[in-house]
């Protein structure tokens, strides 16, 4: 009994990494480790409003989208042909997605944009089916594609290829794969409340780190917000200037050019404001993606609490099952068991009886062993592959969100070089009059 507890404790310990993902999830349309991205260009090229009926036979308005692909190999050869296309809307891009996080649950899925518009700049529209809130999803959309299509494991799968290349048809296959019955298992599953008793501590502090990049993330967000609100005053402040110059340049003659043409120049300096602000509003969704990504990360690492908590259950059970056996083969029970309460009131079993609950128990331990086993199995796969996946999203995270917030600088480098512009220009104004 002493070597089955130390076999089944070493068993719960983590082990480091290996450098390969479980082969067996990969599909057969992977080639040898290039993703999808390099043998196709994916774009979405364009968003179209519709309207149809509903489910419940309604009338509705909704957006679709444009996917268009084409060969790489077809393009470097120079024959340049017309890209195949397929229209998505937005609810199959969820459920493509709500597919790759079941059929790779050890795998940081990319978000998608947001469905309804969040730390929206209050003069901007969160209205869905605003044209400049489309233009961003379909940018956003067509970001997720390419991240898919990059990943070196996710870009291999079958029902991506079908999605992108097929207009109708792909949805039959999702759903035959029984991936729903594998999600609704899997939301009940990570939404129970369970406590492990021996967890990986880089998931732990990964867990952690979610929930703190979420937090800084959003608060990042809403500051920009109100940044943007007092820009926006500060700049149509400006259409006040440009207004009194306008009015007084009427009874000035001397001065009435150079006073109308300082007007004009703050009338163009304050309506830029609107044109800069939607700028702007793209560098905050490459945010928003690191705040719904924040989301990806930590069901990977809930994932992996889920299958160390599945495994030390079954470690358990079978451990209890042996002292079972142990304690029937040798007939030494415990004085305070339950067993050895009854075996006093009611007497010993009879010989039979102890022969089939041995019998018994010997398959319950041979079915817990199995059980066991393929709970580590399971536990290593999800430790391997998830551990060198979030490695991959460090590097990918740490490039993304600097080039983001150099970019975010230069745009308000550039914004304050204009405005001393305006200021120059209305300073050669007035030296003029």
């Known amino acids: 009994m002493a070597e089955d507890e130390k076999e089944t404790t070493d068993d719960l310990n983590p082990k480091d990494p290996g450098d390969e993902m479980g082969r067996s999830r990969r599909s057969t349309t992977a080639d040898g480790g290039s993703s999808l991205a390099r043998r196709l260009e994916i774009s979405v090229a364009e968003a179209e409003k519709r309207s ?30 017309a890209p195949d296309s397929v229209w998505r809307r937005y609810s199959e891009f969820e459920l493509l997605r709500n597919y790759l996080i079941v059929t790779f649950p050890f795998l940081i899925v990319p978000p998608l944009p947001e469905k309804r518009a969040e730390f929206v700049w209050h003069k901007l529209s969160a209205d869905n089916m605003d044209p400049d809130f489309v233009e961003r999803r379909r940018v956003g959309l067509e970001n997720f594609l390419l991240r898919v299509a990059s990943h070196l494991v996710l870009s291999g799968d079958e029902i991506l290829y079908r999605f992108l290349t097929e207009e109708h048809g792909w949805k039959e296959v999702v759903y035959e794969t029984g991936f729903q019955a594998k999600a609704d298992s899997r939301l009940r599953a990570l939404s129970a409340t369970f406590r492990v008793r021996n967890p990986d501590k880089r998931f732990m502090e990964m867990k952690h780190y979610s929930d703190e990049l979420q937090s800084h993330t959003s608060q990042l967000l809403r500051a920009r917000a109100k940044v943007a609100d007092r820009l926006y005053g500060v700049y149509k402040v400006h259409g006040n200037y440009g207004r009194v110059f306008s009015e007084w340049s009427v009874i000035e003659r001397e001065m009435g050019d150079g006073l109308q043409s300082a007007g004009h120049h703050m009338d163009a300096y304050a ?24 989301e990806a990360l930590r069901v990977v690492c ?17 451990l209890c099952k042996k002292t079972q056996r142990e304690e029937l083969a040798t007939g030494i029970v415990p004085t305070f068991s339950f067993k050895g309460m009854t075996s006093k009131l009611f007497g010993q079993e009879a010989p039979e009886q102890r022969e089939a609950r041995l019998k018994l128990l010997e398959e319950q331990i041979s079915e817990g062993e199995e059980a066991v086993k393929e709970k580590i199995e399971e536990r290593r796969e999800h430790v391997e592959g998830a551990w060198l996946d979030i490695q991959r999203f460090k590097k990918e995270k740490d490039k ?22 305006m200021w120059s220009n209305a300073r050669e104004c007035f030296l003029k009059m």
Do not use: W
Not at 60 to 75: G, H, K, N
Not at 303 to 316: N, Y
């Open 52 to 81: 149809g009926k509903n489910t419940v036979n309604m009338q509705e308005t909704f957006t679709v989208y444009l996917i268009e692909t084409r060969s790489m190999d077809a393009i470097t050869e120079g024959r340049n042909p």
């Open 271 to 294: 309506a830029s404001i609107d044109d800069i602000l939607e700028e702007e509003e793209h560098y905050a969704d490459q945010l928003k993606e690191y705040l719904f990504y924040a």
């Open 302 to 318: 809930r994932k992996h609490e889920l299958t160390q908590f599945e495994l030390e259950a079954a470690t358990q059970d079978l």
């Open 400 to 421: 993304d969100l600097r080039d983001a917030l150099i970019t975010f600088a230069l745009m308000q480098i550039s914004m304050c070089k204009k405005g001393i512009q």
